[in-house]
């Protein structure tokens, strides 16, 4: 596994509603903090909170990045997001085309075009 392979993650965000979703995934592409996001609406969450069972229709995003911007990620999002205690949550690639893993890298770092 090499350095690329280890510092990329894809980052689950929920978000309440597709106009969040949308505004949460500009941002994050346009500050470099993502190469792409991607948006699922639909998804049913089940969830406790404050000791009730709640159940919420949201979006998803999945964000890919690298472990190396989480923590400013984190700190936007959270700036931006209408939820108290937002799920945001980063789980590493173990595995990935060579070709894609390095694109990721350079647009989170750089800025780069999209994959061919």
Same mark, same amino acid.
């Given at each position: 596994? %090499?350095?690329?392979?280890?510092? $990329?993650?894809?980052?689950?965000?929920?978000?309440? %509603?597709?106009?969040? $979703?949308?505004?949460?995934?500009?941002?994050?592409?346009?500050?470099?903090?993502? $190469?792409?996001?991607?948006?699922?609406?639909?998804? /049913?969450?089940?969830?406790?909170?404050?000791?009730?069972?709640?159940?919420?229709?949201?979006?998803?995003?999945?964000?890919?990045?690298?472990?190396?911007?989480? $923590? +400013?990620?984190?700190?936007?999002?959270?700036?931006?997001?209408?939820? +108290?205690?937002? /799920?945001?949550?980063?789980?590493?690639?173990?595995?990935?085309?060579?070709?894609?893993? /390095?694109?990721?890298?350079?647009?989170?770092?750089?800025?780069?075009?999209?994959?061919?």
């Amino acid at each position: 596994m %090499n350095a690329t392979q280890q510092d $990329a993650i894809v980052v689950f965000i929920t978000a309440g %509603n597709r106009d969040e $979703a949308v505004r949460l995934a500009e941002m994050l592409v346009e500050a470099g903090l993502a $190469a792409c996001v991607q948006i699922l609406p639909g998804v /049913e969450s089940v969830y406790r909170w404050q000791g009730q069972v709640e159940r919420q229709e949201e979006v998803l995003l999945l964000v890919k990045t690298l472990r190396s911007k989480f $923590a +400013e990620l984190v700190r936007e999002v959270r700036a931006l997001h209408s939820y +108290e205690t937002p /799920e945001i949550v980063g789980v590493p690639i173990a595995l990935g085309s060579g070709p894609y893993l /390095e694109w990721l890298r350079a647009s989170v770092a750089g800025g780069e075009a999209g994959p061919d």
